[in-house]
């Protein structure tokens, strides 16, 4: 069974720029969530999509933005593009099942350099 | 914002010898989720305890939980430099939403 996908690994973008971050969850899986880990803040929370709706969203500028597609990929946009989101992005899927745990799974990350 | 601190920040020991790590957090969870990562790397999920156990097993790993005190620890034996990595333990509440901890920093050295 394949793991949680994202592409690019790598990008770099210039202040000012957009970016959208891609992410196919592990097959089953219907609830995708966003993390962005910086050395300073650690691992910060972005936001949730489950059956394309936005579940929860994390403490984020309205310049992160995200979407589902109706067969759980998804995908998150930055805009305007700032030196400080130079970032891990960590997309997350599980099947958010409440009876036996809720296992989240990672995939490898998309690197973010803003220049 | 973090959930909470992991203890130590960093740990260095000799392969072979067990790595325990410690982490709290500061809210009621469902469950709580350990995590490894190497460097520049995804987080790879290492076990998941749930809010009413106290403690269980996965290979050479270790996991308890005291809700009472709001901490874990995880317990590597007989580690290997493979398990060279950083470890971050994960809480979640009602939602989806993962809060994670500082992280530990393990050096394992042949």
């Known amino acids: 069974k394949a793991g949680v996908t994202q592409t690019p690994r790598y990008l770099i973008k210039t202040r000012g720029q957009q970016v959208t971050l891609s992410c196919s969850p592990i097959s089953g899986h219907r609830s995708v969530s966003w993390y962005q880990q910086t050395p300073g803040q650690g691992l910060q929370f972005l936001f949730e999509y489950f059956s394309e709706t936005q579940r929860n969203k994390g403490n984020f500028p309205g310049r992160f933005s995200g979407r589902q597609f109706s067969n759980s990929r998804s995908e998150m946009n930055v805009s305007t593009l700032e030196l400080g989101d130079s970032a891990l992005y960590l997309c997350a899927s599980s099947t958010r099942a409440r009876d036996s745990g809720n296992t989240i799974y990672f995939g490898e990350g998309s690197w973010l350099t803003v220049v | 914002s973090q959930q909470g601190e992991e203890d130590p920040q960093a740990l260095s020991i000799q392969e072979g010898e067990n790595a325990t790590m410690n982490c709290s957090y500061k809210t009621s969870i469902n469950n709580l989720q350990w995590y490894r990562q190497n460097s520049g790397r995804g987080l790879v999920h290492l076990i998941l305890?749930?809010?009413?156990?106290r403690e269980k097993h996965s290979g050479r790993l270790r996991v308890t939980l005291d809700t009472s005190k709001k901490s874990s620890s995880l317990l590597i034996t007989a580690s290997r430099a493979a398990d060279t990595a950083s470890y971050f333990c994960a809480t979640d509440g009602p939602a989806s939403k993962l809060t994670f901890g500082t992280g530990t920093r393990l050096q394992v050295t042949l």
């Open positions: 305890i749930r809010s009413n156990e």
